[in-house]
């Protein structure tokens, strides 16, 4: 009898030193228990874009009406962030998660698909095809050389403009921010109960953020929509679990769109690329730097051993994802909060990729959750990505212009495409007028050159 009770604990043991082994524990100076909760904590972090993706995403992909395939983009989100994780965690042994990108996905939606009113499965075909050139370009390790090619001022406005795009949404999903005639903008009505909640959950999710509290974000969403089932703002959900249903309407869409490729012109669907592929590489860079840097993985030479598996892995997640029916898949920062439980292998990430998986249980939960009680989270997600700013070098105009033109336009004209041609023009421009011509790469030049031509033939009002 008691080498029976002996078997089955010999048995886990041995299992888990092989898992163990594999994502080489020992070395990482971490554990099992270590590693579970580290996932844990990650995914936590990150499952509000279980609700916000989606949400973004139902403004432009839908059959009849937004919303009606909330619950398939769920799936495609859960599904892809657990590929992608996984592969992370199994390939590159990263305890980094990846999920559909914020700011990518609000491009996605209100760029390419309302602004140029591109079908929503032809723009999946360009996250599609987003993902093979990241997979090729990665293969042939071209990615880490374009990171050197492109301007300082430019990445970080970059990802400052997205802030106060993501920021601008927030606004207007809850009520704060609406149009008006005159000044095209306004404060919105504050006695609109939708209104009123929204301005509660900033005022919450913001306390929970300075309170340091893990996986705030989600909490603010949750604490919002409570607030408005209460106060019968918004519909209770119909279930908290329910067994999915596989995703027909968007499963495989991204393919199908490949037959109208050519409803989209030659120049848009080149700078269309060029956003996906360009805000994609520099958030994933941004992102493996800093907790990479965090987890003590950047080797004395300052480099990532192993990066070209990282960037597999989200090269991997948006080819996959964009079938599943979802946009651009990145890193995400909030990979951080695990490591600070001490994750350190690929292991967290495999964990958070499991969690993903099982979150597709709870869609009749997360569907009955309401737009403006996203709107906390976009407010905040603003704030974050505006910390950006503080490397730009205001005192050098060649640096300071380029870089605030690309971080007012991106929200102004409501398009990440239009303040990085903004951004792209302006800087080899200014940098001649300085007389340093030599300090600007020939790519800069180059990307200048494709997006002159672009607004050249826009004016002219050829090829759309």
């Known amino acids: 009898m008691n080498e029976d009770q002996e078997r089955p604990?010999?048995?886990?043991?041995?299992?888990?030193?092989?898992?163990?082994?594999?994502?080489?524990?020992?070395?990482?100076?971490?554990?099992?228990?270590?590693?579970?909760?580290?996932g844990a904590t990650t995914f936590i972090t990150m499952a509000y874009i279980l609700v916000v993706n989606p949400d973004i995403l139902s403004n432009a992909i839908f059959l009849q009406e937004s919303r009606d395939l909330f619950g398939e983009l769920v799936i495609?989100?859960?599904?892809?962030?657990?590929?992608?994780?996984?592969?992370?965690?199994?390939?590159?042994?990263?305890?980094?998660?990846?999920?559909?990108g914020m700011?990518?996905?609000?491009?996605?939606?209100?760029?390419?698909?309302?602004?140029?009113?591109?079908?929503?499965?032809?723009?999946?075909?360009?996250?599609?095809?987003?993902?093979?050139?990241?997979?090729?370009?990665?293969?042939?390790?071209?990615?880490?050389?374009m990171v050197t090619a492109i301007p300082a001022c430019i990445k970080h406005s970059t990802a400052a403009g997205i802030g106060l795009f993501i920021t601008y949404i927030g606004l207007k999903n809850g009520g704060l921010i609406v149009a008006n005639e005159v000044t095209t903008t306004a404060l919105g009505d504050l006695s609109n109960p939708v209104a009123l909640?929204?301005?509660?959950?900033i005022i919450i999710t913001s306390a929970f953020l300075a309170r340091r509290i893990r996986g705030a974000l989600l909490l603010g969403i949750l604490a919002t929509a409570v607030l408005a089932w209460i106060l019968g703002v918004a519909q209770l959900p119909t279930g908290i679990l329910a067994?999915?249903?596989?995703?027909?309407?968007?499963?495989?869409?991204?393919?199908?769109?490949?037959?109208?490729?050519?409803q989209i012109p030659f120049w848009e669907l080149l700078a269309i690329?060029?956003?996906?592929?360009?805000?994609?590489?520099?958030?994933?860079?941004?992102?493996?730097?800093?907790?990479?840097?965090?987890?003590?993985l950047i080797n004395d030479r300052g480099e990532l051993p192993r990066a070209s598996q990282a960037f597999m892995a989200d090269a991997v997640g948006t080819t996959v994802g964009a079938i599943l029916g979802t946009s651009t898949v990145t890193t995400y920062i909030e990979s951080a909060s695990g490591i600070s439980e001490g994750g350190r292998s690929g292991f967290t990430a495999v964990v958070t990729a499991a969690l993903f998986a099982l979150s597709i249980f709870f869609i009749p939960l997360i569907s009955g959750i309401p737009p403006f009680a996203t709107a906390p989270a976009l407010v905040i997600i603003g704030v974050l990505m505006m910390g950006s700013v503080r490397s730009i070098h205001w005192d050098d105009p060649a640096e300071s212009i380029p870089g605030f033109l690309t971080l007012v336009f991106i929200p102004l004209?409501?398009?990440?495409?239009?303040?990085?041609?903004?951004?792209?023009?302006?800087?080899?421009?200014?940098?001649?007028?300085?007389?340093?011509?030599?300090?600007?790469?020939p790519a800069v030049w180059g990307i200048a050159a494709i997006f002159t031509l672009r607004f050249v033939l826009m004016g002219l009002h050829i090829g759309g």
Not at 76 to 92: H, K, R
Not at 110 to 125: E, K, Y
Not at 415 to 438: C, D, N, R, V, W
């Open 9 to 38: 604990q010999s048995t886990s043991l041995s299992l888990e030193q092989k898992i163990g082994e594999f994502f080489q524990w020992k070395a990482l100076n971490t554990s099992w228990g270590t590693e579970v909760l580290a």
């Open 76 to 100: 495609a989100t859960a599904f892809s962030a657990a590929i992608a994780s996984l592969v992370m965690g199994c390939y590159a042994k990263y305890p980094f998660a990846l999920a559909p």
């Open 103 to 145: 700011g990518l996905n609000a491009y996605f939606a209100f760029s390419i698909v309302l602004r140029l009113g591109i079908d929503w499965r032809v723009a999946l075909t360009a996250v599609f095809l987003e993902g093979l050139i990241f997979i090729a370009l990665t293969l042939f390790n071209i990615r880490a050389r």
């Open 197 to 201: 909640i929204a301005i509660f959950g």
């Open 243 to 262: 067994i999915p249903q596989w995703p027909s309407d968007l499963f495989g869409q991204a393919l199908v769109g490949l037959g109208n490729l050519n």
């Open 273 to 296: 690329l060029f956003v996906l592929l360009f805000v994609d590489l520099f958030d994933t860079v941004g992102t493996l730097a800093g907790i990479g840097m965090k987890a003590g």
């Open 413 to 441: 004209s409501f398009s990440i495409a239009e303040g990085l041609a903004i951004g792209f023009i302006t800087y080899p421009l200014l940098k001649s007028f300085q007389g340093k011509m030599h300090e600007v790469r």
